[in-house]
C-alpha cells in the first residue's frame, strides 16, 4: 500500500489471534509494498469455519477496546462481520468474514499479518471479485497483479478452477463489463501512485487483449490450474515452447497444498 501506522498498529494487536482458519486477505494483503499502487481503508480477515467467525471478531474487539478503541458494529450478519474502530481522529473499518477454504496453497505465517493467504489465492479471489463487482480499486488491483506477479490471463485460467460455473473466457468478459467507471471513481481511491482513467483503461485493455491470446493458445484440460515454475512458483508460459508439456499443473483443494516440483 504501504499499510497505513494505524493499521501496522492493529495488525501488531490481532496478528496472534490469526491462524490457517482466521487470515488476513484483501486489499491490504495485495498493497502491502511500498511501490504499491494505492491505500486500503480497511482491514480483512477470513474464516474457513462459519462458527468461529463471531468469537474471533469479538475477540479482536476486545482487544482492541482494551487499547482505547471505540468501537461501532456497522455489521452483523451470518457470514460477515463489520465494525468500525476509532481512536483520536483516526479509524480503520473491519471485516470479519466466512470464506471458501478451497484454494491453491495452504494459509501461510506471515509476520505482519499472522496469517494471510498465498498471493495468487489473492490473485484469483481478487478477480473472481471483479466478475462480482463494478468497484474501481479491484482493477487497479488486479492491473498491479498483472504487472508485478502473475499476468491477468493466468489469473483468468486459475481462477476458473475456484468457480466451476465460470471459464477463463467468460471471467474475461464478465470483468471488462465491469469496467465502466467515471474519473471521479477513481478520485475517490486513495491512491499511492498518481494515475488517470485514461490510462488505467488504457492498461486493462492491453492486459485484456494479451489475457485472451493467451487462454485462446492453452489446452482446455489444463483449465482451473497455476502454472508453476522450476522453483514452484507461478508464471505465465508460452503454449508453443517445447517444454510446455513438462510444466507443472496444479490444481485447487480444499485447505490448498504445496505442489511437488520435478525439474
Avoid at 474502530?85 to 468474514?97: G, K
Avoid at 483468468?156 to 464478465?174: E, Q, R, V, Y
Avoid at 478520485?187 to 485514461?198: A, D, F, I, R, S
Amino acid at each position: 500500500m504501504p499499510l497505513t501506522a494505524l493499521q501496522k498498529e492493529v495488525l501488531q494487536l490481532l496478528a496472534k489471534h490469526r491462524n490457517p482458519e482466521s487470515h488476513a486477505g484483501g486489499g491490504a494483503v495485495i498493497n502491502r509494498a511500498l511501490d504499491s499502487p494505492r491505500y486500503s481503508s480497511d482491514l480483512d480477515f477470513f474464516h474457513d469455519i462459519a462458527g468461529s467467525l463471531v468469537t474471533s471478531a469479538e475477540t479482536d474487539v476486545q482487544v482492541l477496546q482494551s487499547h482505547g478503541f471505540a468501537v461501532e458494529w456497522l455489521l452483523r450478519l451470518e457470514f460477515l462481520l463489520r465494525a468500525r474502530i476509532v481512536r483520536n481522529v483516526d479509524e480503520l473499518r473491519l471485516d470479519w468474514c466466512f470464506d471458501s477454504a478451497f484454494r491453491f496453497f495452504p494459509v501461510q505465517a506471515d509476520p505482519e499479518f499472522g496469517y494471510c493467504l498465498h498471493p495468487a489465492d489473492l490473485a484469483t479471489n481478487k478477480l473472481l471479485a471483479v466478475v462480482g463487482r463494478a468497484v474501481i480499486r479491484d482493477f487497479v488491483d488486479i492491473l498491479y497483479l498483472h504487472d508485478t506477479y502473475l499476468s491477468l490471463g493466468a489469473m483468468a485460467w486459475a481462477a476458473s478452477g475456484k468457480d466451476p460455473g465460470l471459464t477463463p473466457f467468460s471471467i474475461l468478459d464478465f470483468a471488462q463489463r465491469q469496467m465502466k467507471f467515471r474519473e471521479e471513481d477513481l478520485q475517490g481511491e486513495k491512491l499511492n501512485k498518481p494515475t488517470t482513467l485514461v490510462e488505467l483503461k488504457t492498461k486493462w485493455l492491453q492486459a485484456l487483449e494479451q489475457a485472451r491470446d493467451l487462454v485462446a493458445h492453452w489446452p482446455a484440460r489444463d483449465s482451473g490450474c497455476l502454472y508453476l515454475n522450476e522453483q514452484g512458483v507461478p508464471f505465465t508460459p508460452n503454449a508453443a515452447d517445447p517444454s510446455f508439456d513438462k510444466i507443472t499443473r496444479h490444481f485447487g483443494s480444499v485447505r490448498g497444498a504445496w505442489p511437488k516440483v520435478v525439474s
